[in-house]
């Protein structure tokens, strides 16, 4: 008979689940260094009625705050990013937007005062499911309570409030940074005065949801993940390194994958394999290897989760909001427990009975599983107001304010009348051209009359916004 196949693919994960069982625990904090901390030490209430004692933010700032203090620029993350996205002093390895960032650089330090922090819910130097829980000073793990975008620009606007920074020159964001950056738009108009986005979207739509979905369930797969009660253990690497291998083949496109791959194999003479054996497969094992001990995998669930909940339209903004005036009992109730134990607001030494009483008071029930009331959000003076606008306006795509969806999402998104600059990417496969142009196209129907978009073609896909200094950093810089 013929001899058994080898596999040496295999082999390779058995050994490295091996060595973690017997070497230390990964330290995601310990990846990035060189950061600054923002310690918020009151109870925070996230919009799915959780509540956590309080929250870490790590931020990294680069250029000098000018003596009005306005010339502040809010950079927003994507999903695994951290906070450094431009080299200094305190870390001077290349950041994750090195080249846009700097001197003459098109988010210009001579000018501006830029600010990047690692959202809440990450793992590199924010609080996240790898933090301590000051109840019991054990990890978080799945005990995290589910969080969305709008609860991350939060707690960086309660950064900014501790940095004495009242209003933004501008908030900058790409993929989920994008949409960071039109949540931030939103919830706070009055303290954005420029908005960017780049290949993100106003709705996570089924495509994305659909990958996102994937990626989580080959992770929650892998039995090392333990229902997230992993971090005493061997972490789940085989399946964080899968799911960022179905990532990976979102974050690109096949253009670009011709032209460096092709068809060709790693060893033309050898017989073929099973495991990766063509350079396209070797590609996406290496950047699966990269990565899955690199970054938290309870962060990846949290986070890819939060990013597809995230919808800008009014129905669904307004009833988070709604929810989160239900919930706000929560936290007078937390005040009057803390108040009845004589607990003071910010003694970080009553840690354990502040985050005790937190727990108990956002009980086990999800919010995800109230009843979402139904709300009637029509205004018929605004939207005769807002056709009108639109009417002077050629569409970008076929989409029409009467279709009721489609006007709920331009409903959402009225108060955002701030200069907008929207970016798109051609080969954008994980947020689409035709995403941007919703955005951009809703943002003018609801009466922004300063909305600049551009369609770049690059072969890039969605990470084009890492990679093309000259076309994003042009447009960026121009809005700017």
């Not at 330290?27 to 990035?32: M, R, T």
């Not at 089924?206 to 080959?218: D, E, F, G, K, N």
């Not at 909001?321 to 803390?338: A, C, F, S, V, Y």
Request: proline content about 6%.
């Amino acid at each position: 008979s013929n001899p058994p196949l080898s596999f040496p693919c295999i082999d390779k994960l058995k050994s490295r689940t091996l060595e973690l069982d017997s070497g230390p625990e990964p330290s995601y904090d310990k990846v990035v260094t060189g950061y600054e901390t923002f310690e918020h030490n009151e109870p925070f209430l996230l919009d799915h009625g959780g509540i956590l004692p309080r929250f870490t933010i790590a931020y990294e700032t680069w250029g000098e705050l000018n003596a009005k203090r306005d010339n502040a620029i809010l950079i927003h993350t994507g999903l695994s990013a951290s906070s450094h996205a431009k080299s200094h002093s305190k870390n001077t390895k290349p950041g994750w937007w090195e080249d846009f960032i700097g001197p003459g650089s098109p988010i210009d330090t001579n000018k501006f005062f830029v600010i990047c922090t690692n959202v809440i819910g990450g793992c590199y130097g924010s609080t996240g499911p790898s933090s301590i829980d000051p109840a019991d000073n054990e990890r978080y793990a799945t005990r995290f309570p589910i969080l969305t975008v709008f609860d991350m620009i939060r707690a960086q606007f309660l950064l900014l409030d501790n940095l004495g920074i009242d209003r933004l020159h501008a908030s900058v964001g790409s993929s989920m940074g994008g949409m960071q950056s039109i949540a931030a738009a939103s919830l706070y108009p009055d303290r954005v005065k420029r908005l960017v986005s780049i290949s993100a979207c106003s709705r996570s739509h089924p495509y994305s949801i659909a990958l996102r979905h994937t990626q989580r369930q080959v992770l929650m797969s892998d039995p090392n993940w333990n229902k997230g009660f992993y971090y005493k253990s061997v972490p789940p690497h085989v399946g964080m390194k899968l799911a960022r291998e179905i990532a990976t083949i979102s974050y690109r496109s096949g253009p670009e994958w011709e032209q460096r791959f092709g068809r060709k194999r790693a060893h033309e003479d050898q017989s073929p394999a099973l495991c990766p054996d063509f350079l396209i497969e070797t590609y996406l094992d290496h950047q699966g290897e990269r990565f899955c001990l690199q970054y938290d995998p309870n962060s990846l669930l949290y986070i890819s989760k939060a990013m597809d909940m995230f919808d800008m339209s009014e129905s669904s903004v307004n009833g988070l909001l709604d929810q989160r005036l239900r919930n706000t009992p929560k936290l007078e109730e937390l005040k009057k427990r803390r108040s009845g134990r004589g607990l003071s607001e910010n003694n970080s030494s009553d840690d354990q009975d502040n985050a005790e009483a937190c727990r108990t008071i956002s009980g086990n029930t999800s919010a995800l599983e109230m009843r979402k009331k139904n709300l009637d959000v029509a205004n018929s003076s605004a939207n005769t107001d807002r056709k009108e606008s639109a009417k002077s306006k050629q569409p970008l795509t076929s989409l029409t304010s009467s279709d009721p969806a489609t006007q709920d999402l331009i409903n959402g998104m009225r108060n955002l009348t701030m200069p907008t600059l929207v970016l798109g990417v051609q080969s954008d496969i994980l947020f689409p051209v035709w995403q941007q142009k919703e955005i951009a196209e809703c943002l003018r129907a609801a009466g922004n009359k300063r909305v600049t978009y551009y369609e770049l073609d690059a072969m890039f896909g969605h990470d084009t916004f890492l990679i093309d200094r000259v076309s994003v950093g042009g447009a960026v810089k121009g809005h700017l």
